[in-house]
């Protein structure tokens, strides 16, 4: 249904009213009359389902919110900021009745569901043959379910640092790490990340970038010592011993 003249009065009004409240200088509501001025009734009910079609524009010291602003504008809309939550699992009297909290900020937090929570997102690799050389991702096939950057973080969060360090090296691009795990399993029949020597080079990711650092000619310490590469320094190394057993 489409929206008459008289809703929509009645919404720009609120909307108006609710950033006034927040922003005393009316920069904000100004800005949203002049924007629904020239929007035909079909355009202003497209821009209104648009996923959070409304954006606070601040300058700063000039109309930057202060915190009795915002509950004017909760006033406007009529809706509580500052409530008391119910707190079952910590305790129900006999009567079913649960304690409360104190009277504390409610808030809503944009939180995003995870694809690989998703269980027809999710899928495991048995092979790990086709690999991407360049980053030791693994292809077609052979390609599973990713750490994403906030699972890592998550992880972080929750202190599981051991859990990152196999998740990153061992069952990433380590190479050299990866054949000394499953050497470890054929041999012992089990593995820990502490038995593994981790080396700084053993990343094909990180090997990748640093080329590409160097072929913009910016050096830096990701794998490099005393701006060499470990190529060279092996190369260096090698000679060193040479020159010594000579001598």
Not at 28 to 53: C, G, I, T, V, W
Not at 103 to 117: A, F, G, H, S
């Amino acid at each position: 249904m489409a929206i008459t003249p008289e809703k929509r009065l009645e919404i720009e009004t609120l909307i108006f009213k609710t950033f006034d409240a927040v922003d005393k200088t009316k920069a904000n509501s100004q800005y949203y009359h002049e924007l629904f001025a020239e929007m035909s009734d079909a355009q202003f009910e497209k821009f209104l389902r648009r996923r959070l079609p409304f954006r606070f524009h601040t300058e700063i010291f000039k109309n930057e919110p202060q915190m009795a602003d915002i509950f004017d504008g909760f006033k406007v809309l009529k809706k509580p900021l500052i409530e008391k939550v119910k707190l079952p699992y910590l305790y129900q009297k006999e009567d079913g009745k649960v304690i409360e909290s104190k009277d504390c900020l409610v808030l809503y937090i944009n939180i995003k569901r995870l694809k690989q929570m998703l269980a027809k997102k999710t899928n495991t690799a048995i092979e790990i043959a086709k690999r991407d050389m360049k980053t030791g991702r693994l292809l077609g096939e052979d390609k599973g379910g990713l750490e994403s950057d906030k699972e890592f973080e998550g992880a972080m969060a929750l202190g599981l640092e051991n859990t990152v360090i196999e998740n990153a090296r061992i069952r990433a691009d380590a190479m050299k790490a990866k054949t000394q795990s499953y050497n470890n399993i054929n041999v012992k029949g089990e593995v820990s990340w502490k038995d593994i020597d981790s080396e700084k080079t053993d990343s094909l990711a990180k090997n990748t970038f640093n080329v590409y650092l160097i072929g913009a000619n910016i050096h830096s310490n990701l794998i490099d010592e005393d701006y060499y590469t470990p190529h060279t320094l092996e190369r260096r190394n090698k000679l060193l011993s040479r020159d010594g057993g000579d001598e």
